[in-house]
């Protein structure tokens, strides 16, 4: 299937990008501003567009009205025919609702719907709740990337306690991936509910265990959907996490995972001279590298982009790095003796799901050294 995927660049967008990407051999065509002009031609010969692109922050005339004027473009296109028989839209539950925002999005979703049944494609109509996930943008996409902003500055957020519905952005990305084929008209994810309280307090539990490499309890999705989100925004400004190891007469000893909850899988691997492992990323897992010997470079891209981040370890330094979910990785033995990692996993291995999708790093010439 040829999908249209407008708003590829912004949060929602690169997430359902990465998903399809994973899990989905559809030709995706990312629509990012700059090319908006182009919008109904890169539709002509598209089987479906998926309507992300929008606005929600702004005068509130702004973000009504930008809404709309986008989803009037995307209705435009459509309506050129020869275009897409299925139109997906990335709504919210907040649509139609006494807000700016609310009141775009139903007007949005009414010309979407209109232009779609005037050429004879199906509309699917995907109503998110309040969202979170790996790289949003602190005050913009969720008050949770505020708030680890907030930790992490060591300040002290504002909090008006209140229940909400979270969903982790990978599975608002799942479930519009699930509009393009489904016989619902409407599609209503339900997220984990819980207060804006309890979120402040796992961050700050979060922080205080990860100081030190301390894995915190991960025993609910939640708790694993926050602790990612949290390690995103630390990557890579504060890794490697050194690791203290403790000598005698009788050798060395270093703890190299101290987790305080959940499941968990250790495995050790050797490697010769020269020799590459990994290239591949993961959408949920939390992986951890512990050089035990030997020196190795690391390296890591954010999919889509072009930066590889490297980090250079020893055997003789011990030190964590944690790999970021949705950022290829692999470890090269660049010493002259074998290599020898430890890999931890918070979750045990399901050859079912092994949330491993295969792509190289390929260091660019604007590779930065950490």
Known sequence: MRVVLTGAGGFLGWHTRVRLRALTDHDVVAVAREDWPKLAELCRDADAIVHIAGVNRGTPEAVEADNVGLAEDVAQAVSHGGGPT????????????????????????EALAAAAHGCGANFVDVRLPNLFGEHGRPAYNSFVATFIDEVLRGEEPSVQDREVGLLHVQNAAEALIQALDSPDDVIEPVGTRTTVKT??????????????GDIPVLDSKLRVDLFNTYRAALFPMRYPIPLTAKSDDRGRLVETVRAHGGQGQTFVSTTRPGVTRGEHFHLGKVERFVVLSGEARISLRRVFTKEVVSFDVSGHV??????????VHNITNTGDTELTTLFWTHSLFDPEHPDTFWEPVSTPASEVTA
């Open 199 to 212: 979120v402040l307090h796992l961050l700050r539990e979060f922080h205080a265990v990860y100081a030190a």
């Open 86 to 109: 299925r139109v997906v839209f990335a709504n919210s539950i907040q649509s139609g609702n006494d807000t700016p925002y609310g009141a775009g999005k139903a007007r949005a979703a």
């Open 318 to 327: 011990p030190a964590v790095v944690d790999m970021p979910t949705m950022w």
